[in-house]
């Protein structure tokens, strides 16, 4: 009883996991389709070396610039991305474990190229490979993690976790992972590879006891994480800003109530394996349309066993409300940006958003 139990549990989880988990082990590999890869990974690390190279790990100007050229809609890795991407490390450190079974968080790409992304600084080395037991392309590029930033230019505090820190200051490597289906990046990997020199020149940096806050207001009394609240990635002259400000303030009271931030928080009480974050406006905005959808249908909140367990009729027609106040403003938002923002000059610079 107990297995078919565990066993419809996960039959009901599966529509939950991203296509890029499964169906994709039928593929034969052909060495047309690596050529491909190879001329995707030119592109890619290429503009990546040059809009973000190697400086020195608090070189704030070179962050931002960096992070510009990156959110970017037309940015070389937005080109290249599904529409989710997952992130982390590997399992136990080990870059050839089965990637499937690597511990993830998931990502729209514009909370991904603004927030995460920005943070590594590339070489412009990398090799590309058919990886056969997962049955993805893989491009494994030099890069390395600047780390003596602002706190609140870090997307959450990942030094909640001591380990987690000092694994990003560890790393000099990235391994991006391909599907031969479409060609997109699905995965992102960071680790240490023993045979390789340390890309970032950095020291330890010993970080602050983590109080539990994932956003929190500086001794200047602003909010951070900055970048969460779209600070420097939309336009300040972006005439939604401010409704898409106090939309998200009530949204997010609503999500409290609704219990969300129970499990969809940084250090993963619930043990996802692809962990969907909602804690920042940021990220809350790129997984809205889903969560609507999935309150909707019932099939959020869960319940501490993992059964749906869905919001009584007043607090469900509440999440809703709010929730498509949020997402308009959301779209809005993006919207303005899309038609507003300076186009980048072939030459490549980094664009300047219409300040
Ligand atoms: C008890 C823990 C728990 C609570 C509470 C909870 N969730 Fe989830 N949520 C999960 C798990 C587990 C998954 C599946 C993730 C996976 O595929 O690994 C998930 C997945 C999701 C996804 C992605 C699903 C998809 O469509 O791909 C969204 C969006 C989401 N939850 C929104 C919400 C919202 C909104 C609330 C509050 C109304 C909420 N969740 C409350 C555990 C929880």
């Known amino acids: 009883m107990k297995k078919l139990l565990s066993f419809l549990l996960l039959a009901a989880a599966l529509p939950f996991a991203p296509a890029w988990a ?17 001329a995707m990974a030119a592109v ?31 940015s070389a890795f937005r080109a290249h991305v599904k529409p989710f991407v997952l992130w982390g490390r590997p399992l136990g450190g080990d870059i050839n474990a089965p990637v499937k079974e690597f511990r993830t968080t ?17 070489d412009g080395t990398y090799d590309v490979d058919f990886v056969a037991k997962d049955g993805f392309f893989r491009i494994t590029a ?11 230019q870090y997307p959450y505090p990942f030094w909640h976790e001591a380990k987690k820190w000092t694994d990003y200051e ?60 779209f600070l420097g990635l939309y336009s300040d002259k972006n005439p939604h800003l401010q409704e898409l400000d106090k939309t998200y303030r009530t949204f997010a009271l609503t999500m409290r109530e609704a219990q ?13 394996k692809r962990l969907v974050l909602l804690q920042t406006p940021l990220h809350a905005a ?4 889903r969560s609507i959808k999935d309150v909707k249908r019932d099939r959020m909140p869960l319940d501490d066993s993992g059964n749906e367990k869905p919001l009584d009729e007043k607090m469900k027609a509440k999440f809703l409300t709010d929730g498509e106040a949020f997402a308009k403003a959301v779209k809005a938002a993006r919207e303005w940006e899309l038609a507003n923002r300076t186009k980048v000059s072939a030459a490549g610079h980094v664009p300047v958003a219409a300040r």
Not at 260 to 272: A, G, I, Q, S
Request: glycine fraction near 6%; charged fraction near 30%.
């Open 170 to 229: 560890d790393a000099n490597t990235m391994a991006i992972w391909i599907s031969p289906k479409d060609f997109k990046i699905g995965q992102l990997t960071f680790y240490k590879r023993a045979d390789k020199p340390a890309v970032a020149q950095l020291k330890r940096r010993h970080m602050p006891t983590f109080d539990g806050k994932w956003m929190w207001v500086d001794k200047d009394g602003r909010e951070q994480p900055a970048p969460t609240l």
């Open 286 to 289: 790129a997984e809205i349309e």
């Open 142 to 152: 030099g890069a390395g993690f600047r780390n003596e930033l602002d706190f609140g």
């Open 22 to 38: 499964q169906k994709e082990s039928t593929y034969e590999f052909k060495k047309e389709d690596l050529e491909r890869v190879k």
């Open 260 to 272: 969300c931030d129970t499990c969809h928080v940084p250090n993963n009480p619930d043990k996802m």
């Open 106 to 122: 998931q990502f729209g790409p514009d909370v991904y190229s603004g927030t995460y992304l920005p943070m590594w600084m590339w």
């Open 44 to 74: 890619l690390i290429g503009e990546f070396a040059a809009q973000c190279p190697v400086k020195a790990v608090d070189d704030k100007k070179a962050f931002e610039a960096c992070r510009a050229a990156h959110f970017r809609p037309e």
